[in-house]
């Protein structure tokens, strides 16, 4: 079935059939491309490039640039309009005369619209006004928009547009980039911050490596698996919930540093921090622990903050974060006692039960030890950690890859790093006792048995791979996003991943959705 075209659409398609019958392209091939409005608006110097009484600069300051018409003024043998690129707008002027024969009148005045991407040619100067502008030689269209930009009022000085759907700025990200340039800032902010993440950790020699997407058996994280079957071997299939298990058979086969940067999937709903696709940084080093690991986020985030804004203390929504080492340092069970008054260190289940009723949480029976402490840490305690604190010595039960406390029974040593209220990063002293890991195993599939469906699975080949020996190990998990809304200053998920998921728009007038999020971070977060 054919799409019913808005009237502005179809005024738009006829002026693109009027226009191949001038014997103009509507869509070029390619455009020489030598400069662009930032650098132009940059290094104008009007002792050089403002022409003179005869109209010609002393040394011209020629340009070739290309981008979208978003504003116009059209006048008689003259107009102005706004051209924007990559790095910013530039007005241009456009006189009859420079323009082949009817070129102006035809094409130009009747034929452009807002949104049409065109290439000019010509010098800069300063009009009367004090606009810095380029005098165009040469223009050609590059591509003719068939859709209206939701661009809905102009004035001589500025363009105003409509865009403040959230709801309509994800779904349509394209529209989105275009209208709101700032938000392509925050996306290069966050492949500036993946750069140097990267960067930081290759100069102290850990490897960048890559490990399966589809995987036979899930693991390294509590969480639901999306599920798919491969054809020819006739087998079941999951998507990766986390890296861990195979980064760690890698420090087993010798390797003492492994990162990889990946997409991470989890069967999970939406919200402002949950997405089911998201991005992880998870790194292991070889006869290390957490106490190490601690230090280098600490470091490795302060250098992030300084490189990205040249400071360590940002505006996140209301609060000023620092990111200066040290960080706060506080136990699980003791940050919970401050926030409750319930001491919960040493209650078996059914006391934790209790207490979590107490607090009024729901509780139900698949829930073991270490869910409902983690229900009452999420309630009372997370979200109102603002500056960055590692809460430190988790219980063994919610952490069945991380090993025991070397000097507090029950626990292992574990942390994870919250800030602006949601954690960030999680890490272990890795286990490496091949029993002590099959037993955290079956006590996972004992709560799958009991309707935990985030339980892990039982890896044979990964205990197998601990029999052969692994070394002291410290690993990270960081979620990417979480740390880029951070350095952003973005409120949710969606603003730091250009394509997040949605519900299906029934037609393209009900953009209903609700949610956002991302994937929680880590090892076995």
Partial sequence: MSRVYTEQEQVRRDARVRMEKEGVSPYAYSWNVTGNAAGVLDSFDDALHQPGEDGTPAEPLTVSIAGRIMSRRIMGKASFFHLQDETGRIQIYVSRDDLPEGFYNTVFKKLLD???????????FRTRMGEISIHAQRLEVLAKALRPFPIVKETEDQTYNEVTDKEFRYRQRYVDLVVNPEVRETFRQRAQMITTMRRFLDDRGYVEVETPVLQPIYGGAA???????????????????????????????????????????????????????????????AYKEYNWMMELVEEMVEHLAMTLHGSTDLQIGDNTVSFARPWKR??????????????????????????????????????????????????????????????????????????????????????????????????????????DQRERFEEQVRLGKRGDEEAMQLDEDYLRALEYGMPPTAGLGIGIDRLAMLMTNSESIRDVILFPLLRPEVDESDTDDSGSGEGTSSSAS
């Fill in 114 to 124: 807002i949104g049409d991407i065109v290439g000019i040619e010509g010098f800069a």
């Fill in 223 to 285: 969480a639901r698996p999306f599920t798919t079957h491969h054809n020819a071997l006739n087998m079941k299939l999951y998507m990766r919930i986390a890296d861990e298990l195979y980064l760690k058979r890698l420090i087993v086969g010798g390797f003492d540093g492994v990162y990889e940067i990946s997409k991470d999937f989890r069967n999970e709903g939406l919200s402002r921090f949950h997405n089911p696709e998201f991005t992880m940084m998870e790194l292991y080093v």
């Fill in 330 to 435: 506080i136990p699980l069970f003791d940050a919970i006692e401050e926030k409750t008054g319930e001491q919960l260190f040493g209650k078996n289940r059914d006391e934790l039960a209790a207490a979590g009723k107490k607090l009024g949480l729901e509780i139900d029976d698949s829930m073991g030890s270490g869910k409902i402490i983690d229900e009452v840490f999420g309630e009372f305690v997370e979200p109102h950690l603002i500056q960055p604190t590692f809460i430190t010595d988790y219980p063994v039960e919610l952490s069945p890859l991380a090993k025991k406390h070397r000097s507090k029974d029950g626990l292992v040593e574990r942390f994870e790093a919250i800030c602006n209220g949601k954690e960030i990063c999680n890490a272990f002293s890795e286990l490496n006792d091949p029993d």
